[in-house]
């Protein structure tokens, strides 16, 4: 069964600062991993997805993550945290085998940023 | 493209009513879902389609149901609704790939 947990449910960073955001996954085959973002009261937007290429995957706004099957793990990272990257981050994988190919959330992690 | 799209974005509805949620797509995607957020939490898969003509439930469908007539439209039903279903909802659609694009959700309370 496919699942992923995100191991803080609250990060806080001041700006400037680097963001480090925790992912692990569990996957009975290859998986394709994504990080979405909410802005409050917002929709959700996608920030990368790793489909087995590159296992380093650059996404928008500067953030990037890495994908590491020996540790399973996909955590999402940027150099320098700027206050709009203040939101909800979700670490997601999809279940190609079942229910359509829904996608499965983790809990969340909200990030903080101080200036 | 306006992408997906989803009315109305908030809607207060009393126990024992009924609504719809809309939700369109000008992408022509196949696959479409439905989710729901609850405070804190990520999202729950309702109802899903892979298909004009062709629904199925998802890990939460109680207290719902879907249609699919065409590729573009993906509506939610809710009958009798209950403070259980206060929640946010929003809307997905992909083609052949796994990446899923997102509505901007409809706020539901309950009372």
């Known amino acids: 069964a496919q699942s992923v947990t995100q191991l803080d449910s609250h990060v806080s960073v001041s700006e400037g600062t680097p963001v480090l955001l925790r992912c692990n996954y569990s996957s009975s085959y290859s998986p394709s991993l994504f990080w979405y973002v909410q802005h409050p009261n917002k929709g959700l937007q996608l920030l990368l997805k790793?489909?087995?290429?590159?296992?380093l995957v650059k996404g928008i706004n500067g953030f990037e993550a890495e994908f590491k099957k020996s540790e399973t793990s996909f955590h999402l990272t940027k150099p320098s945290a700027h206050m709009s990257d203040a939101a909800e981050y979700f670490c997601v994988v999809s279940d190609r085998e079942n229910q359509g190919g829904k996608l499965i959330f983790g809990q969340g992690t909200e990030l903080s940023v101080k200036p | 493209n306006a992408g997906v799209t989803q009315t109305p974005k908030f809607r207060i509805l009393k126990i024992g009513q009924s609504m719809t949620l809309q939700c369109t797509q000008d992408m022509n995607h196949n696959y479409m879902y439905w989710y729901r957020q609850d405070p804190g939490m990520g999202l729950k898969l309702i109802y899903y389609?892979?298909?004009?003509?062709?629904?199925d439930k998802g890990e939460v469908p109680n207290g719902y149901n879907v249609s699919r007539s065409t590729t573009e439209d993906f509506p939610l039903r809710l009958e009798l609704a209950a403070p259980s279903q206060t929640s946010v909802y929003f809307c997905a659609s992909r083609r052949a790939t796994d990446t899923q694009y997102f509505g901007p959700g409809t706020r539901l309370t309950v009372l």
């Open positions: 790793y489909t087995s290429a590159a296992t």
């Open positions: 389609s892979v298909g004009a003509g062709i629904t």
